[in-house]
């Protein structure tokens, strides 16, 4: 009877991660809408290039800054019915986007969007690897992996419609949102035992219990989490401009855009894997090396070349993403969803400030130059990932 049971709530397990996966997709793939389309809105309204990096910003800050608070607060008493509630707060929102035609406004529709990805990542990561008994890299690359297939395939979608019949046409995106978070409901997902700090008993956070050298290297993890997210959100806020300049049509680039999403989706995939295996360091070092080296070739070579380079950019600068999360789990393995949500949300949040400055850099010196400036930061952050030290395990 006690195995008949236990096979039972791994077939109920596997729905709901099935459906929170679900959910993952549909969140990432309305975060996905905003970027590639920006230059839409610009055109529709009029926008500066700082404009559309401020919007950028404005989405991404209020998606991210939130997420050590909600982290904090899952490891004290995690409520996952609020993941119901993100998906379908963030379909409203990013879809009725589309009919505001005030910038003021649209950045306010924007803020309020982003909220839902602060919800649902920290408590949609802890809730995944509640519900799995696979490795940590591997689980967590598998989850992160199915909501970057969605950041994928929203400028495949969103830029054609939003082009050839008009952003107003977005507000269709709202349905298979609502009808997500509705599976979502109907298989239980906000019935997974809610839970504090799941993985240790405990209740609070407990830094004073903590070594200062790990909160050292949770900082550095940090810095680089923000070095990856700026490359990430501005290859995709601003890699459209970057190749207009290169003399590719946006309708083209758009499919570009798309399989640089999707090969990015892959390096999250195979680097969770290799971290398991080689130990999360190495992914990261050789990742971030790489990831320099194919932005060099974006910013100075032109065609076919130019586009291999940026779809593998984007391929690398993806493939720790589920390495950087774990080290720093490790190091805060008593706040371990807190320590997510400084990576996911903090390191996140302080890419997009650099985003921000980015489309500064892009008005005042020419887009070329401004990702030409990228490298800077990369190298940079390819020093501290060489520092990180090869123990990582909860008990350094």
Known sequence: MDKTCAMTQRKHNATRLLALSAGHFMNDFYLGIIQPTLYIFAQALSLTLSQQGFLAFASNASGTWMQPLIGFLVDRHG???????????ITFWICISGIVTNYYLLVLVFILGGIGSALYHPLGSAAAIKLTDKREGTSLSVFMTIGSLAIAVSPALAVP??????????????VPGLLTAGIMYAVGVHKIDDFGNGHTGTNTISMGKTEPISIFWVVILILIAA?????????????????????????VFAYVLSFQLLFSSIGTLAG????????????????????????????KTSGILAMVSFILTGAMNSAPNSANIVMARHFLPNNSTFATGLIMGLGAGLGGIGTLYHGYMADTTGIASSFLFLLIPLALSCILTMILPHNTSPQV
Request: proline share 1%; hydrophobic share 55%; glycine share 6%.
């Open 79 to 89: 409520k996952t019915w609020l993941l119901v509630l993100s998906v379908a707060w």
């Open 161 to 174: 419609i939003a082009l050839n019949y008009g952003l107003d046409k977005l507000v269709y995106f709202m």
């Open 227 to 251: 070095v990856r997210a700026w490359i990430r959100i501005s290859l995709v806020t601003f890699g459209t401009n970057l190749f207009i300049v290169k003399s590719v049509d946006p309708a």
């Open 272 to 299: 969770g894997y290799l971290s398991d295996i080689v130990g999360n360091r190495k992914v990261l070092v050789v990742s971030m090396v790489l990831t320099t080296l194919f932005m060099g070739l974006t910013t």
